[in-house]
Nanobody, 121 residues
Framework: QVQLVESGGGLVQPGGSLRLSCAAS????????MGWYRQAPGKQRELVAV???????NYADSVKGRFTISRDNAKNMVYLQMNSLKPEDTAVYYC???????????????WGQGTQVTVSS
């Protein structure tokens, strides 16, 4: 069994910062890409940032220059540092990991339960 658990969400004022964390645990053989997605009420889930096992990164245009994704391979964790937050960043943020659970097994994605981020005065 594989579990991804997000933490670090909350209420913050515009211009403030938050750091999200995601811990992957369970039967994991190898983790490839890890990423953060978000979903606002009434909208589709969208990619925020992704980081490969080699630590190359990609960001949505809306967060470039403000958010930074990073990972700790030894701890099976991925982080999202969010600075200069705007009200339009308000959403549930989900962690995703592309991984294998055993040698020679199927590579597939797993999801966390999400953490709420609210940016408001």
């Amino acid at each position: 069994q594989v579990q991804l658990v997000e933490s670090g969400g909350g209420l913050v004022q515009p211009g403030g910062s938050l750091r999200l964390s995601c811990a992957a645990s369970g039967r994991i053989f190898s983790i490839y890409d890890m990423g953060w997605y978000r979903q606002a009420p009434g909208k589709q889930r969208e990619l925020v940032a992704v980081i490969t096992s080699g630590s190359s990164t990609n960001y949505a245009d809306s967060v470039k220059g403000r958010f930074t994704i990073s990972r700790d391979n030894a701890k099976n964790m991925v982080y999202l540092q969010m600075n200069s937050l705007k009200p339009e960043d308000t959403a549930v943020y989900y962690c995703n990991a592309d991984l294998r659970t055993r040698v020679g097994g199927t590579r597939r994605g797993y999801w966390g339960q999400g953490t709420q981020v609210t940016v408001s005065s």
